[in-house]
C-alpha cells in the first residue's frame, strides 16, 4: 500500500558494514527457518533483497560486488523457503534470479552451487525431462572433482531414479560417495552438508 514501503537506510545506518549487516541477518533468517519454518522467513528475506539493492545503487568497487554476491545468496535462500512451503513456481523464480546474479558476480562455485539446485528443484517437482540435464550441467560448471561437482552427481543419481534408469543412478551415487573423503577438504562454502549420511538418504530415494 501506498505510504507503507519502508524508506531504504543509509549504509552509515548500520552497525558494522552493511554487507556484514546482512551477512548476520541471513544468518539469523536461517536458523529461524529451522525453528519456526519458512513461512516466517520469507518476507523478510525478500525485504533484505530490496534493501541490498537500494544500498548498491550508491555503492562503489569491493562494496558495490560484496553486496551483489550478497543479493544473489539471498535470491538462493528465498528459493529455498518457496520451495519448502511448496510453492514451486516462485522457487524456480528466485533460483532464477540467483542464477543470472551469480554471472554478474563471477564467482563460479555460487553458479555451480544455483545450477545445481535447480536441478534438485527439477527433482522435488519430478520433472523427468529437465533434471538429469540440469545436474549434468551443473558438474560441467563446477571445478573438476570439487564438492559441487559431487552435489551435482547426486542429484544427477536422484534424476536418474525418477527416470526409471536404476543402473545410471545407483553408479552416479557411487561416485559420489567414493568421492568424499577427497571432496571434504574442499574450501567451497556451498554444499558442506554433502557427507556420508546425506548421500545414504538419496540413495535410499533411488
Known amino acids: 500500500m501506498p505510504g507503507l514501503t ?53 555503492a562503489k568497487g569491493a562494496d558495490r560486488h560484496a553486496l551483489m554476491e550478497l543479493q544473489t545468496q539471498y535470491a538462493e535462500f528465498v528459493s529455498w523457503l518457496y520451495q519448502d512451503l511448496g510453492d514451486f513456481d516462485s522457487a524456480q523464480f528466485w533460483l532464477d534470479r540467483a542464477f543470472q546474479w551469480s554471472h554478474t558476480v563471477g564467482d563460479g562455485d555460487l553458479t555451480s552451487y544455483v545450477m545445481a539446485r535447480k536441478a534438485q528443484l527439477a527433482g522435488e517437482m519430478r520433472d523427468l525431462t529437465d533434471v538429469v540435464d540440469l545436474a549434468e550441467a551443473a558438474q560441467r560448471m563446477a571445478r573438476p572433482r570439487s564438492r559441487l561437482a559431487a552435489v551435482a552427481r547426486t542429484y544427477e543419481s ?29 574450501t567451497t562454502p556451498w554444499g558442506v552438508w554433502l557427507n556420508e ?10
Open 6 to 58: 519502508r524508506p531504504a537506510r543509509s549504509a552509515s545506518a548500520y552497525s558494522g558494514t552493511p554487507v556484514e549487516h546482512f551477512q548476520r541477518a541471513r544468518r539469523l533468517l536461517i536458523d529461524s527457518d529451522n525453528l519456526l519454518g519458512p513461512g516466517r522467513a520469507v518476507a523478510a528475506a525478500r525485504q533484505h533483497i530490496e534493501d541490498i539493492k537500494q544500498l548498491r545503487q550508491d
Open 197 to 206: 549420511q546425506y548421500v545414504e538418504v538419496h540413495r535410499a530415494q533411488g
Open 158 to 186: 536422484y534424476g536418474h531414479a525418477l527416470r526409471g534408469e536404476s543402473t545410471d543412478s545407483e553408479r552416479a551415487i557411487d561416485d559420489v560417495r567414493n568421492a568424499l573423503d577427497r571432496v571434504s577438504g574442499d
